[in-house]
């Protein structure tokens, strides 16, 4: 069946580092992709999203590209701050969305 | 601002007592979830709704959960008899899919259980 993995957590990083979280799927069709981000204490909030092959997702400074022949959709961010510390999901849709296990992030000021 | 709501935000129960919880999904949607958030097993799918029938409960224990949709701007989780294992946050999530568009999912802010 469909599925999602990304890398475990936690991932700590220095304020205005390079941010990368990775996410690869697998799936049967093609999916639509997200990424989810949980502040503490509050729900999941969809962060963004792509389509279809070759799509780049973008939101807050955040980034990810569809890539269908590595089945991939890994997070990244040129400069974190530490507003971005919260638990980062990767997940892609199938008749209900089905998520990764969450990454958690801390950013370090 | 269409958001999912979710009552109550925060539960503190004994043992053996019943708890309900309750979510209304924003106005429209016609596919709703229940998720159960723990630090151990992480976000769990429990069951989900679409058009008020219940599509997949597979991950609800069965003997003591129950999950409905009364109409459809609510839908029910109980629990009955809570038990500590319980304890977690309960999340409700929304959404309204369409052919050829991304699924997209609604959060709640969740209810908070701890059971003593």
């Known amino acids: 069946g469909n599925s999602v993995t990304q890398m475990e957590g936690p991932v700590t990083l220095s304020e205005e580092a390079f941010l990368t979280i990775n996410c690869t799927y697998t799936a049967t069709g093609y999916p639509s992709l997200f990424w989810y981000v949980q502040y503490p204490g509050e729900g999941l909030q969809l962060l963004l999203k792509a389509t279809k092959a070759d799509d780049k997702g973008s939101n807050k400074g955040f980034e990810a590209t569809y890539r269908k022949e590595t089945t991939s959709f890994h997070l990244e961010k040129g400069s974190v701050q530490v507003s971005d510390s919260a638990v980062y999901f990767c997940?892609?849709?199938?008749?209900?969305?089905?998520f990764g296990k969450g990454t958690r992030l801390h950013i370090l000021p | 601002d269409a958001r999912v709501t979710q009552t109550p935000r925060h539960k503190v129960t004994e043992m053996g007592q019943e708890v309900t919880m309750r979510c209304q999904p924003i106005l429209g949607h016609n596919t709703v979830f229940w998720y159960r958030q723990t630090m151990m097993q992480g976000l769990e799918l429990l069951a989900y709704?679409?058009?008020?029938?219940?599509?997949?409960d597979s991950g609800m224990p069965k003997d003591r959960f129950s999950a409905e949709m009364p109409d459809a701007t609510l839908a029910t989780l109980k629990i009955q008899p809570s038990e500590p294992r319980d304890s977690a946050v309960y999340f409700c999530a929304s959404g309204f899919p369409l052919p050829g568009r991304p699924y997209e999912q609604y959060f709640g802010p969740g209810t908070r259980l701890t059971v003593t």
């Open positions: 997940a892609l849709s199938d008749d209900k969305i089905i």
């Open positions: 709704f679409r058009n008020r029938a219940p599509l997949d």
